[in-house]
């Protein structure tokens, strides 16, 4: 008996390896996609979400999938938008964009964009929505106040002093953000002589009343 030829569990191992490779492969492009991705079903619920949405929300995949529904992730006065937005997908098979708040696990809200289309079986049956989610504002991103002057003479001393910008530059651009009060023309020196003299002459007028 010949027992050199594969058996047919050997002949899809090449294959079976093949397709797990390229699942991973597109797994990882969604999982690092440079928006959120969501998928719901006809019930709002979850059923795939992919990391950058979690890592936007700071929230776990465990947590997400199955147990909570948009209106979950919506902020209270966003909830009943975000379920018409759906019901509007479940009837038409599109909807307008929709802008909302979704909350964050540290309570924080993010600002974002969802735009979705639905995703029908062989016999247009609906399956689940594919929802792009587009932050607003990043969340990592806050508002970093002007280091001033000083704070730039400190991020620039470590550089040789033929690349150091200029103290006048600095003060410059300090002053442009708030961080210096405005110039005033002249010396110090001048303008002590025209606060003396406008001093003098009103001493005069009081004098000759």
Partial sequence: MDTSAPNP?????PITDELLAALSAARALYDNAPCGLLALNA???????NQTLLDWLGMDREDVIVFKTLEDLASPECRSQASTHVEQLLISGRTEPLTLSLCRANGDFLQARLTSTAIYDAEGQFLHTSTMVSARRHPAQHHQPHPGAAGLLRQTSHLP???RRPRT???QEARGHGGLPPERGGSPRGLARDHAARAGHAGRAIAEL
Avoid: D, G, T
């Avoid at 569990?9 to 191992?13: F, K, T, Y």
């Avoid at 019930?43 to 979400?49: A, D």
């Fill in 43 to 49: 019930e709002l619920r979850c059923v795939n979400i």
């Fill in 169 to 171: 530059a600095l003060r």
């Fill in 161 to 163: 002093f033929c690349q």
């Fill in 9 to 13: 569990e050997q002949q899809l191992a």
